[in-house]
């Protein structure tokens, strides 16, 4: 009896260990913040992220505040799995998208003056730039904190010349 407890105990630590590669995985999650919070699967874990999970699909959550929230599925398979995050805030994001170019109007960023650079081509100006204003709040742009250079173009808001 003895012989077969031999044969049965290693048997079952093997497939326990095979069982447990197979079910679960290392995850290693980094953002460029760090000490945040996130969620995998609604459940609150720190930033960076190093731990267990079951292997399959997963939820990440990444909400901080004045940045864009990240919500993706997260595919972990056996073995390791190592995640970069790299969270932009509305400003960034917004800048990736200058120069902005309508009929009406171009928005710019100056990196060095650290500024927007509004140029308003058409009249109504007043209405134009209330609706470049929009623009930027709909973008998550804070009008009143963020520095803004108006502009218009000769012959618009009574400007003259070049």
């Not at 209405?127 to 520095?147: C, F, G, Y």
């Amino acid at each position: 009896m003895n012989k077969k407890l031999l044969f049965i105990v290693p048997t079952l630590i093997i497939v326990l260990l095979i069982t447990n590669f197979f079910l679960f995985a290392s995850v290693s999650i980094n953002t460029n913040l760090n000490d945040i919070s996130g969620y995998i699967d609604d459940k609150e874990v720190s930033l960076p992220y190093k731990g267990f999970l079951k292997t399959g699909y997963h939820n990440l959550n990444i909400l901080v505040d004045g940045y864009i929230p990240i919500n993706e599925a997260l595919k972990i398979k056996p073995g390791q799995n190592k995640k970069e995050i790299f969270l932009k805030t509305y400003k960034e994001s917004y800048i990736e998208k200058t120069p902005y170019v309508t009929d009406d109007f171009e928005i710019d960023y100056n990196r060095a003056g650290d500024f927007f650079y509004v140029l308003i081509k058409n009249e109504p100006y007043e209405e134009i730039k209330a609706s470049v204003t929009k623009e930027l709040q709909k973008n998550n742009i804070d009008t009143i904190k963020e520095k803004i250079v108006w502009d218009s173009v000769a012959g618009v808001n009574n400007k003259v010349g070049p």
